[in-house]
Nanobody, 127 residues
């Protein structure tokens, strides 16, 4: 079993930055494909970014590309999401999720490829 805990959310003004962290316990996630999703009130879960187990390959949804950066520190069993140039439309609860060992999902945004989820951290961007 993997337990994921997100942190780093908060209230920020438009144009500001936040760094989210997702720390795992229970087992190492060093071989897991990891992703970040978000859910705004009244909306469905939306894929944000993902990273391979070795950190070499990263994937972003179009709204995140160029503003967000996903990274990981396997020694700390932690995945990060650096978010810059935040806008009010980025307001959501952000979740990290762990996928399979050494498997890149054919559809990174498909939630069924992720087996462990955190409880989420709230990000609120004011205009």
């Amino acid at each position: 079993q993997v337990q994921l805990v997100e942190s780093g959310g908060g209230l920020v003004q438009a144009g500001g930055s936040l760094r989210l962290s997702c720390t795992a316990s229970g087992r190492s996630i060093s071989s897991c494909f990891m992703g970040w999703f978000r859910q705004a009130p009244g909306k469905r879960h939306e894929f944000v970014a993902a990273v391979t187990w070795d950190g070499v390959s990263t994937y972003y949804t179009e709204p995140a590309a160029g503003r967000f950066t996903i990274s990981r520190d396997n020694a700390k069993n932690t995945v990060y999401l650096q978010m810059n140039s935040l806008q009010p439309e980025d307001t959501a609860t952000y979740y990290c999720a762990a996928g399979d060992d050494r498997l890149v999902p054919p559809t990174k945004s498909d939630k069924t490829w992720y087996h462990y989820w955190g409880q989420g951290t709230q990000v609120t961007v004011s205009s």
